[in-house]
């Protein structure tokens, strides 16, 4: 009886070097972030390869390398859940922001006014702020699948026509309702996608970055 005790001890001792060896072991290197900066053309991200590219550049100019970036954007054909990877994310002060996908889209994401910051680790400016920059475009519903017609044309546009869906970084609108408080799908833009109609409402053409691996 004491040998089966002395060798469960073992064994249960093992698993817990190996369950520490893990986490001491996690890459808390940035793996997400907002963009400090949009394209400058309003929802015109020269479509996903252009935001994805937008996202490796800011990155590797703050020092991060070695990583694959994908903007966090649903297209006609793509939905953004699909294009992150599988998790966890860590923002530029290793705090984690999810463990994984399903994490990410539930009330349990990390991300907030004080997480949600920039490849620079800086904070974005919020509602109450001057100017407020919080919409962040996503074109996603909240469950981070397409939404029709609200990509500004696949982030091609910048005009007058089209809309983008938004969400809240800093999980602050109007009122206190589950879209206000939203990340990734409060509203759409109005007056189309140009960088004047995104500011109308509170944005700046600014969107998130997922390492994928």
Known sequence: MRRLLLVAAAAI?????????????????????VTSV????????????????HCASLAEAAGVTGKT???Y????????????????????????????VASLHSDAN??????????????????????????????????GTKIADQTCGDWTMSGAEGAA??????????????AAKSWNSSHASRGGCSQEALKGTGGDGLF??????
């Not at 001792?13 to 060896?21: I, P, R, V």
């Not at 869906?165 to 309702?177: A, E, N, P, Q, V």
Request: hydrophobic share 35%; net charge negative.
């Open 165 to 178: 869906m938004m969400g809240h970084h800093d999980r602050t609108g109007l009122d206190d309702s589950t």
């Open 69 to 71: 970036w994908h903007a």
């Open 208 to 213: 998130y970055c997922f390492a994928v691996e």
């Open 38 to 53: 949009g394209s400058g053309k309003g929802a015109d991200l020269g479509g996903l390869k252009g935001a994805d590219a």
């Open 110 to 143: 990390g991300i907030t006014k004080q997480t949600a910051l920039t490849e620079k680790g800086e904070v974005i400016n919020g509602r109450g702020d001057m100017p407020n920059r919080h919409d962040m475009l996503t074109g996603s519903k909240p469950d």
């Open 13 to 33: 001792a093992a698993a817990l070097a190996a369950s520490a060896g893990v986490a001491f072991s996690q890459d808390k290197t940035m793996s997400f972030f």
């Open 73 to 100: 954007l649903s297209s006609g054909t793509e939905d953004a859940r699909d294009r992150i990877g599988k998790g966890p994310w860590f923002n530029a002060k290793g705090e984690k922001i999810a463990d994984d």
